[in-house]
């Protein structure tokens, strides 16, 4: 389960870091997509989807830019 008041806590966290980046911090991984979380319960069978689609995009942009490294040093680069 969730601990009494966390969702309130996280969404405090949430909500002071778009207030960080908006005065020019950097930028958090989240803000491309807009989603910062992913409420999931292996239990309840909730948000693995949602979870797995996220991990799946993230190895996406890992692979790009090993990629892009690759190709920076011919040596390395694998065949394409």
């Known amino acids: 389960g969730v601990v009494e008041g ?6 405090q966290i ?15 991984s ?3 997509t807009g989603q910062y979380f992913i ?5 309840e069978r909730s ?8 991990v799946m995009r993230m190895l996406g942009e890992v692979r790009v830019v090993l990629d892009a490294m690759a190709a920076m040093d011919e040596r390395s680069a694998r065949a394409v």
Not at 14 to 28: F, P, S, T, V, Y
Not at 39 to 43: A, D, T
Not at 47 to 54: A, I, P
């Open 6 to 11: 966390g969702r309130a806590r996280l969404m």
């Open 30 to 32: 989240g803000e491309a």
């Open 14 to 28: 949430i909500e002071a870091e778009r207030e960080q980046q908006q005065q020019g911090g950097d930028g958090g």
């Open 47 to 54: 948000g693995v989807e949602d979870l797995r689609q996220e």
């Open 39 to 43: 409420e999931l319960s292996v239990k």
